[in-house]
């Protein structure tokens, strides 16, 4: 069993736009983390969403591989080695280092209260929850966010990947798909009018400008951390 994995068309070699450019070294994987943004400051006087995106940047230069194999994970608490891990996995962290909040035990315990609410039985042929996955899974993340009145926006056509049409905010959850279907989920680590975000795309934790998701994958759902209830 494995998560999904991201999936990038190629790029085409007959343009010379730059985002097509640094859009294909990323999909290839030859933009090393060295040549994306370190760390920005970053007002964790601002709340919790800033204090998740804080936490995000201690990943930078800590996880620098993409493994997406299944593994038991202990519970609650669980992470695999933090040298490596998914596109989820940044969230999980964050949420974990940043907030305080366990989203494997959010995401477990939820599902166990509603488990057809969550695509697991349709995308993965599960019948019951699975502790040691279900939180790794871009789809089940997105149902709990939406869930807990976190959805701001959901795709409803083909969307670019850095056409999300409301205000980005420091903190914010982006997912995506690939040309293929395949989810993929990052954390928004600038707001404002040229926004930066922190993910995993198969070569460990990086943080760039949004514009190259155009290039890589389409948007599919704006999140905005839940107000505890």
Request: hydrophobic share 45%.
């Amino acid at each position: 069993m494995s998560l999904y994995a991201p999936s990038v068309p190629a790029v085409g070699a007959a343009s010379l736009d730059r985002r097509l450019l640094l859009g294909g070294a990323l999909a290839l994987g030859a933009l090393p983390l060295g040549a994306c943004s370190g760390p920005i400051a970053v007002d964790i006087a601002a709340g919790g969403a800033a204090r998740l995106a804080a936490a995000a940047q201690h990943q930078l230069g800590v996880t620098r591989a993409y493994d997406s194999g299944y593994r038991v994970l202990a519970y609650p608490g669980g992470d695999v080695p933090r040298a490596t891990g998914v596109c989820c996995d940044v969230v999980i962290r964050a949420a974990r280092d940043g907030l305080g909040v366990d989203l494997q035990q959010k995401v477990h315990e939820d599902m166990t209260a509603a488990f057809g609410a969550y695509p697991s039985h349709r995308l993965w042929g599960l019948s019951k929850p699975d502790a040691n996955i279900d939180h790794r899974r871009v789809p089940n993340l997105e149902v709990w966010f939406a869930r807990q009145g976190a959805q701001l926006w959901r795709a409803t056509k083909a969307v670019d990947g850095a056409a999300f049409p409301g205000p980005l905010r420091t903190g914010d959850i982006l997912t995506w798909r690939s040309g293929r279907g395949r989810p993929h989920i990052g954390l928004v680590s600038r707001g404002g009018r040229n926004p930066m975000i922190i993910h995993n795309m198969g070569s460990g934790v990086m943080q760039h400008g949004l514009w190259p998701m155009a290039v890589l994958q389409r948007a599919a759902g704006h999140y905005r951390w839940p107000t505890p209830r």
